[in-house]
């Protein structure tokens, strides 16, 4: 049997996957192939299905459930990819207009993959990321308190806002900062313990 880690087209986390097309996943995660003779391990064999095509895989569920998923071998789209995605211009351009926040002179909006690549950001590299929802600062006004003080730039990701953790998506995290009081002032700290208050 082998337990899913990831939310996956039609899988849950903790899934228990125990079959693939009726073939038995054997504790090591790997499933036997008799026309070649030899045991392959799942991810090889999902990777091995044809493009467009699918195939049934047998898990079970925490509740106890047992349940035939249907594995289909397609190109993922939109929010489907994760929050770490390369967005288009045209396909995305929806989400680049209204994901985007201004607060005292300060840009926010959430990490994409194009920013992880401009500004070298080794530690969200890699697949292992794509799933994490991150808020980062995209830009400042050169007139403003925050660009003058010189301790945040384009580029840093914000930790918490008046000390509450910055919440797991966009809408949560747009609803947080329109209820703050424009009047108080605002404490930002970022992954990199940089703090600020404007």
Not at 21 to 34: A, F, L
Not at 80 to 96: C, F, I, K, N, T
Not at 179 to 186: A, G, K, N, T
Request: aromatic content about 8%.
């Amino acid at each position: 049997m082998l337990r899913v880690g990831l939310f996956v087209d039609n899988f849950e986390v903790g899934d228990v996957m125990y079959s693939l097309d009726g073939r038995c996943v054997s504790d090591y995660g790997e499933v036997w192939c008799g026309s070649s003779g030899v045991s392959r391990n799942v991810c090889d064999v999902l990777s091995s299905v044809g493009w467009g095509s699918s195939c049934v895989v047998g898990v079970l569920r925490l509740g106890g459930e047992c349940v035939d998923v249907d594995f289909r071998y397609s190109e993922l789209r939109g929010s489907a990819m994760g929050e770490l995605r390369l967005l288009d211009s045209v396909l995305d351009a929806s989400v680049l207009s209204q994901e985007v926040l201004g607060m005292k002179g300060v840009t926010l909006k959430p990490l994409r993959l194009n920013d992880v690549v401009h500004y070298k950001m080794a530690d969200y590299m890699g697949d292992e990321h794509a799933h994490k929802f991150r808020i980062m600062v995209a830009n400042l006004d050169s007139h403003a308190v925050a660009y003058h003080a010189k301790s945040i730039r384009p580029g840093d990701i914000l930790h918490t806002v008046n000390n509450k953790p910055v919440p797991d998506n966009w809408n949560e995290f747009a609803q947080m900062m329109k209820e703050l009081d424009s009047e108080q002032p605002l404490h930002l700290t970022t992954e990199s313990n940089k703090i600020i208050i404007i």
